[in-house]
């Protein structure tokens, strides 16, 4: 089996090109139909839409009242009252209605006076024609309602009908085959054997074909065999415009991909100088477009986007919008390659007036990053990256509004965070009547108290024990913030081993992390985790070199009680909520503040205080207990 | 029959939070159903989403190549091969595959130099756990991957599908009666007899109901019959959640809506302080929301956008998202009233470098005014309106690029301004690659000169007659506008006056409109053609005071063509091409200049050479003969 080792690096905007003139070439069109206006809603003409009657198409009346001959009036002012006689000077007139003769002139009901069922009067004169909308007023019969190549929005539809045009043309929906391969894929989603993995880029893709109007025709996981995947390609071929191929676009020995667009047709490119996402392909078979997308959730996504979608747009004749750009200060470095144009999700957020953009992990396989993202951080190619505090173009995926209304929380883990997330939105908007959101990224204890001092963050959550006096996080707002910060007294938390379950290695205490055979799984630098690890294994006596394990760091409770979980950690320290959600062994070492740092100035704010309205509230407490290892602390400091 | 002269005038957002707290009273509340997870894109989570499996679920190859045990491969470096054995020291694997026992690491497959079928060689170290995703980097068991109240994106069904969750619990969509009612309403678009009007606005609700996620029930309209209505209701509040019913809103004498909710429900609000749209109702018949909106499209579609929408999304636990606004300078002046928030459609483009916000039409009647809209400029409530060359506030409704990429022209209408706008776009995409459009708004060839000197238009077409020297337009530029500026040729056209078909009152040439008992239509003062009116007119003599309907203005030739066709006018002046689209009889009485008049420094501006390009091309050629009155003048200056 021959490999694709090296793929080539084309830029995107150039490999787009490429491809569009290709199939140019090919003559791959748009083809178009006629549809009803009323079902017209985001298609786009194909052909200029004309104005069949005018509208209005007969004079009208344009209020409320009685049509009058207009010459009659002439001789009433405030102190003369002139009286109409019903069918020969004036008739009751509804908005919208016909004007007929020898009517001319229509006066608004509220100027008329009833003197009885056939006679009215009034004190203001009525000039000719006044109140009255013309025929064509608002479209003239004949006149261009639209260009071609536009696409309909809900008024066009109504303005397309008012000048009698019930049937348009438009381009055709392009339909499009989603074929996601791979032994290892399933789609029985109620079951997981050990080494497959769900299906989860299809139906994604499957729902942006949705949104861009075109008709996704998805099938199950396709095994990676050649003849299999062959014939599957072949028919989708005939039956669609359009097919895109999830992974098997890479190096693997079992990527086919490639190979099968090269015998069936033709392969146009290999590698696009993009991050995530460089092992794309585009190809054509029997005239129709081919791309394969490489497998990796952050790189399948961001390919979907800025690739494929392009393609459809171009051939459904769709505009390319420009995305709404905002500035704003990055709080990380980033490191970014030279080679590629790269992508990086970032979560937003408006601290002390500033906008600031903390980029998420960079990971190709974390789905997460872009579920929690607000915007997109585009590193050009041939950058090396760019400082932390630098002013950079952020590519806008969450509302502004969403991101005004969000408290932003960094630093230090914990199951909480996520309930009070939860809870936020809903409460908020029953206790105010505004959505507000909690934003929550996890890099520590300290390295949330280094956000704040940074101003990147509007609370801290932190748990940092104070060798010396034994008290919990105080001393380290006061010694890294000052004055100008406080702390909200959060939850009490049970820390302590996390073994598999049954306990096999026989693990309890700190003292028997140190025995030799034994593999450990740690926590990340700055976190409280570690400080309260540390500071145990220290007491102990314990020379942590010897620890099997002791450098594998993972920056959350949970991440430390999977990797027990899965067996390739004997045991690790966490809190108990991480422990009991894996069904893992605990035994208690110690109890924890876990709190908020904030500075005193946000405890007016209304995100923060709707933020302690739900840990103080009962909601909470209850999930809590259900849970396990808590308790909340009620007094505030 | 009562009327319903008096409305309230509460405000907007008063009339949304009173009729939401009465709903909430009542305890009309959103219901939810279980669906599948791949069919949750744009729905709404009524619980937080958990995962019920950790992504990866298994310690996965993060890389294609090969896994190995990482301690056998610590001597490996540069000048040190390592061979390594298949199925002992290593084995191949691809991206997202299963990390067996007793590997420990991965090599990319560009790092491994194979030696044989069995044997490879490494120049490189692995250390432990090098390239391999541990179980949960992306979501951990049990973890939250969603909030409540969320709205699905496509990236989330992937999100959610990765944790194990192939079923979610979302609010129901709701499903929306429109019913729309009128005499004079027809939804047969094949024809239209004298008095009718098309129903439009019902198919503009189903498109935005469909937009905003819920179910439209649209009916055929219903006559203006008290029991009718009353039935059509009844079964409506039987099936649906919600009710819209379309005009009847109002005071006229077949205003039925308030009434009827009366007798079957309750009436909360008749009225609301904005402009268009006033005559809005907000009741409750057994438990059901009813909302009766006005009958014009633009009060229709406003009071749509404004207090159904929000509503809806309210009931659907739906975010209702900030709008985008914009800062644009106000080219004209706008006066508004005082009692109402007025909503003011605006074109926007950008003129040497400044964003100019143009109002359109205000009558609520005006469909067109809303389509070819690039925002909307609210006036509050107690203002008595804005002066031109303000700065203000406008909400974007169309997509800033599209903005960015108009021609704007202000200045005299021709129909071939309509052809060059549909042309643009598809000319512009073949051209350049990028969609470019043209904006023309119809204030008369002064106007448009006028629109110059301040800076509002990129080009101005004018067709002004010089009385002096007989030449068309250069005088002008030159004395209003100077040496920075000059003209476009555009086409000569055939002016003439229009009558109705065999010319049944015998006007053929300047002389006749003086006649006695002829009712002539004009157009609007400082256009080109009311110049050209005025030079014959006072050349043959005639006293203008001496003429019925001189002081009828209309602003388009098409407004000129439609009043004669209508009957409400004997003869009018305007071009070939106008008199043609309706069928009127055309007497020449002379040809005139069609230009544009533009700053010199914009021949360099992309747009200005894609608009020369197509009004010098062979498609807009083909096009005027086919109409007929028209010849491109060739050459530039």
Redesign the interface.
Known sequence: ME?N?YLSNTDLDVAL?QYMERLNELNIQSKVEIIM??DG?KRVLSR?VFSK????????A?M?GIMVVSEKTYSANEVNTVKLNRGRDFE?I?????IVDPYDAVIM??DVMAIDDNQVGINVQAS??QHI??????????????????TI???????M??G???EIQVFQKLKVAVIPT?N?ITDN??D?P????????S??????L??FGAIPIRVSPVPDVYEILREEILKKVESCDMIVIN?GS??????YTKQLIEDLGEVLLHGIAIKPGKPTILGVIQGKPIIGVP???GSA?LVFEEVVGPIIKLLQKQ?I??R?TIKAILSKRVVSSLKSKEYIRVKLGRVNGVMVATPLNK?A????A??KADGIFIVPKNSEGFEAGELVDIILTS????IENTLVSIGSHDIIM??I??L???KS?EDT?K?MYLSSAHIGSMGGIMALKRGETHIAPIHLLDQITGEYNISYVEKYLGDDFGIIKGVRREQGIMTAKGNPMDVKTINDIGRKGLRFVNRQKGSGTRLLTDYLLSREGIDTALINGYD?E?T?H??V???V??G?ADVGVGVYSAAA??DLEFYLIGYEDYDFALSKALFEDERVKEFIKILRGKDLKEQLEEIGGYKIIQEEQ
């Open positions: 490999r080792i090109k206006t009323w809603n200029p009657f005018s509208s209005p198409n007969h004079n009208a344009a409320d009751y509804n908005t919208g209605h016909l009901i509220e000719p024609w909308r013309p025929i064509g007023e608002d479209i003239v019969a004949g006149e261009m309602i639209l260009p071609e190549n536009h929005r809900p008024i066009d539809i109504g303005a009908l008012s009698g045009v019930a791979g290892e989603y109620g997981l050990l080494g497959k993995t769900f299906d989860t880029n139906w994604t893709f499957k729902a942006i949705e949104d992974a890479s190096a693997g020995s079992m990527d497998g990796y959730p996504f505009e919008k420009d709404e990971g396989g974390v789905t997460m872009i579920v509302d502004m509004g969403m996520d309930l997330g939860s936020m939105v809903r908007m009547g959505c594998r993972f959350t949970m991440g009680a999977a990797a979980k899965s390739t959600a894996l």
